[in-house]
C-alpha cells in the first residue's frame, strides 16, 4: 500500500445497503422534481450541470454517427454545434462557457475544443487523443494529453489559462488522466501504471502548496471529482470513495462514477441486478451517516450525470446499454418553484424584493441563472404572472 496512514471508516448501513436497495422505492429527495428533454431515437451522452441550471450535452444524430453539442437553458434548447462531426464528452462552466471533444467526421477524437458563449476555439490538437477534460468557473482548462499509448505509456496533464497552455506532469512511464479542478485551482486526478498487468492507480491531489496521494484501500483508483472546499470523490475498483479532507470513506461497494457537490450531495448509477439495469440516485451524506433517494426504478441505463450546489441533478438515460445508440432523453431533477428564491423554506420579503429586482417582462430571458428559480410558471419569464403567484404564496418570514 502506497500510502502508509490511511484510515478508511466503513459505514455499515450503506455496505450493508445493497441488500436493501433492492426494497428500495422511487424516493426523490424533499423539494424537487424530474423533467426530461431532448428525448430521441439514437442517444444522449455526456450530461453536465451548472448552477444557473444550464444542462450541456452531445446528442447522437444517427446510429454510430455524429454527435452535436447542445445546451439547455430554463426549457429552451439551443444547438451549439453543426459540424457534423462527433462532438462529445461536453463540460459546462456557471458562465456558460464549454469545453468538447472532436474527433472530425466521424473518427476518434483529436480536438479539445473551447466555446466561450459566442466562438469556439481549438486549445489542443493531437492525433492519439485525449483521457480526460474539465473546466472550472475562471475558464481554465484541463486536460489529459496521451502522449505515447504503446507501453511504456505516456500521458500527462495540461492546462490553458484563456491565453497560454501550461504543462502539469511531467511522467515519462505513466498515466496522469481524468482531470477534475475546482476554483482554486486544486486539482485531482489517476496516475495509473496501464502497462502492469492488473493495472494500478492512484488519486492524487495537488493544491497551491503541495500534492499528496489520497488514501485508499484497493489499488484501481480513477474518475476523481473535487469541490472547492477539498472534498474529493472518485472509484476505488468500483467501490465509492469520499475524502473528506481527513480521512477516505467507503460509502458504496459498487456504483458507476460520482458527481458530488460541496453540502455533499452524490449523484452516482448503482447496478440493479434483478433488471440488469443502471438506477439513478442521490446520496446525501451527513454527520450520522447517509440518506439515499433512488430517482428511478426501470429497466433504463442511466449514465454518470453532474449535480449542481442547488443540489439539481442532470444526467441521461437509453433504452439499451449506452454504446448500442438507441432511444435516450435527459433526466432533470431540479428544485420546485414555490417563489421561495434561495430555499431557506419562506416566501418573504427577500424573495419578492428580488423578484421586483429581475422582472424582465414577458419576455423568454436566456441566462436567468438564480433568478430562474422565481420563473414560477416557467415560461422563461419574470413577469406579472411569476409576481402574482408569489403574492399568493407569500408566507412572511418563518421563525
Ligand atoms: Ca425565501
Ligand atoms: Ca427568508
Ligand atoms: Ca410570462
Ligand atoms: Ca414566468
Known sequence: MRCRSWRVVCWVVCVAGLACHAQAQVNLPPGFEIVEFAENDYGIANVDLNDCGQVAYSQWQAPNGHSEIFVYDNQDIAQITRTGDRNVTTYINNSGQL?????????????????????????????????????????????????????????????????????????????????????????????????????????????????????????????????????????????????????????????????????????????????????PWVLDVTDEGMNMFMLRDSDYWFSDGSVNEWGEIATSWSEDPPNSRNRGAVMYLRRIRTGDSEFDGDIDLRDHKRLVRAMTGPVRTEGLCEDRFLDINHDGDLDLDDYARLQNAFTGTTP
Open 99 to 279: 469545453i468538447w471533444g472532436r474527433g472530425i467526421d466521424r473518427n476518434p477524437v483529436t480536438q479539445l475544443i473551447f466555446w466561450d458563449g459566442r466562438v469556439e476555439s481549438v486549445v489542443d490538437e493531437n492525433p492519439d487523443g485525449f483521457n480526460g477534460r474539465a473546466i472550472n468557473n475562471l475558464g481554465h482548462v484541463y486536460w489529459s494529453r496521451k502522449i505515447s499509448v504503446r507501453c511504456p505509456r505516456q500521458e500527462n496533464l495540461f492546462m490553458w489559462d484563456g491565453a497560454n497552455t501550461t504543462q502539469l506532469t511531467f511522467d515519462l512511464e505513466l498515466s496522469n488522466v481524468q482531470p477534475s479542478v475546482n476554483d482554486g485551482a486544486e486539482i485531482a486526478w489517476a496516475k495509473a501504471q496501464f502497462c502492469d498487468n492488473p493495472w494500478s492507480a492512484e488519486v492524487l491531489v495537488r493544491y497551491a502548496d503541495g500534492q499528496i496521494t489520497l488514501p485508499s484501500p484497493y489499488t484501481q483508483n480513477q474518475a476523481t471529482e473535487i469541490t472547492n472546499s477539498g472534498f474529493v470523490t472518485w472509484l476505488s475498483t468500483s467501490r465509492l470513495m469520499l475524502w473528506t479532507g481527513s480521512e477516505s470513506r467507503l460509502l458504496l461497494e459498487r456504483s458507476g462514477r460520482a458527481a458530488l457537490n460541496e453540502w455533499l450531495r452524490l449523484y452516482v448509477t448503482i447496478f440493479d441486478f434483478e433488471k440488469t439495469s443502471w438506477n
